[in-house]
């Protein structure tokens, strides 16, 4: 479980790749996969509490929705990670920081997390969701992302993935994002009830870094180019139609 500390921080950046990327799927979807111009500081309004709650929910209510699974289906769990990163970028009218926050915190595959204290164990609800909500979203999270993906998927390596790239956006380098992961990891065998530490966990935490590094400097890169996954070609409107 990773603890996160929001930080005020605009990035601005060319949306060349961004429009590129968004010419590759046909005009029913292109809206997922497009960043939008927002007014001038209106950023700033989704740290009011309300507001930020609000696009939390919205943002695990798309998750779960057909849409997304359509999403999935027809473009691949790699360009699934994007559409959650542009919708998430949609709602906070760009705030890169808080959109990779709310990215992560709705990629949360646990419930309740476990703490192990001496004598006893505390647990502590992740999600407010029912229970038929929460496994409804889990089912539609991207799993397959790597080469060597397991059979379960990879849909837990998504929190690592979001939340390094938020914590290197929020202290402007790789340093302290990887310090925290390190940390995290090497703890959750000791303090966290069933955690084991997992390489593979470290290596979604560093490529989330890349993209947290590559977001200061252009906040319209997409999460799918740099996950460890084995590339796909990108699909042209003709392909997308036609699976």
Known sequence: MKVFAAVIIIVTGVPLRAAAQARDVDSTYRAYFT?????????????????????????????????????????????????????????????????????????FDHRVVGLKVPVLQLYFPLSNESAAEFDRRVDNLPRNLYKDTPPEGDHDKLEHFFGSAFLTVAFETEDGADRVGIFVEKGEDAFIVGGVADARDLRADRDGQRFGVALLENNRRMPSEFLGAEKMPEASPKDAGGR
């Open 35 to 107: 960043f939008e111009d927002a007014a001038p500081l209106s950023c700033l309004l989704t740290y009011f509490p309300p507001l930020l709650i609000q696009h939390g929910i919205e943002l695990k209510t798309f998750l779960r929705s057909k849409t997304f699974r359509h999403i999935r289906e027809r473009f691949g769990d790699l360009r699934a990670l994007d559409a959650i990163y542009v919708r998430s970028m949609q709602l906070t009218d760009n705030n890169t920081a808080i959109a990779l926050l709310l990215s992560a915190i709705a990629s």
